[in-house]
């Protein structure tokens, strides 16, 4: 069990370019979410995945941004046309579907726009 | 709609000297509540998940209760090592989703 992983942990981009994060669940773990994180404040849901369907997405969710698990292991989320205000922490996290649940999380990939 | 709130929102205490977090929650039914613990500049990592009113669970110097209203993390003779943001979430019934709304958090400094 290496834990949940992502890339990159930092990202410093323009105003106006696409970015890409990928994220690594726990071996096993059929759910994978990502969250944002910005200072002072806690996670905020952002979607989530059940093996490679989509099944919630927050209704903050811009359509800039789309998310990914292509095949039911990895994700990737990405943010097209980048905003100032995009710039946070994205957290990703993985369970066992299950009644308990429990989400881990990986280290997040810091984004800053310009 | 489902909501966290932590307080303190920073506390201070002196190596040794126990106190407690506080979590209040509102929540169309709960499925589980969860404590999480993050450094700096790091992930959310895992603490504890409790179910329901009258659950207790320990881990070293921490013990966190729940209620139908709020959940309590004590800290007993604290460590400077338990420095970190001490993160409160709530998980809804599972027809719901299972999105995590959590708190803004508790910052904890333990001064040696």
């Known amino acids: 069990d290496t834990g949940v992983s992502q890339d990159p942990r930092h990202k410093i981009t323009k105003r106006g370019q696409n970015v890409t994060f990928r994220c690594d669940p726990i071996s096993e773990h059929n759910r994978l979410y990502w969250y944002r994180q910005t200072l002072g404040q806690g996670p905020e849901f952002l979607t989530y995945?059940?093996?490679?369907?989509?099944?919630?997405k927050s209704r903050l969710l811009s359509d800039r941004f789309s998310a990914e698990r292509p095949k039911g292991s990895f994700s990737t989320l990405e943010i097209q046309r980048t905003e100032q205000g995009d710039s946070a922490m994205y957290l990703c996290?993985?369970?066992?579907?299950?009644?308990?649940?429990?989400?881990?999380f990986g280290p997040g990939t810091r984004l800053t726009v310009l | 709609e489902d909501q966290v709130t932590q307080s303190p929102e920073a506390l201070r205490l002196q190596e040794g000297e126990s106190s407690s977090l506080n979590c209040s929650y509102t929540v169309s039914g709960l499925r589980g509540l969860f404590w999480y613990r993050q450094d700096p500049g790091k992930g959310p990592e895992f603490l504890f998940t409790?179910?329901?009113a009258g659950e207790e669970k320990e881990k070293e110097r921490l013990k966190a209760t729940l209620t139908k209203k709020e959940s309590f993390l004590h800290i007993t003779a604290p460590k400077p090592e338990d420095s970190a943001t001490y993160l409160c979430?709530?998980?809804?019934?599972?027809?719901?989703?299972?999105?995590?709304?959590f708190g803004e958090g508790t910052q904890l400094t333990v001064n040696p």
């Open positions: 996290a993985s369970s066992i579907q299950g009644y308990t649940d429990t989400q881990y």
């Open positions: 409790l179910y329901s």
């Open positions: 995945f059940q093996n490679e369907a989509q099944l919630e």
């Open positions: 979430a709530v998980q809804a019934e599972e027809t719901s989703g299972s999105r995590l709304t």
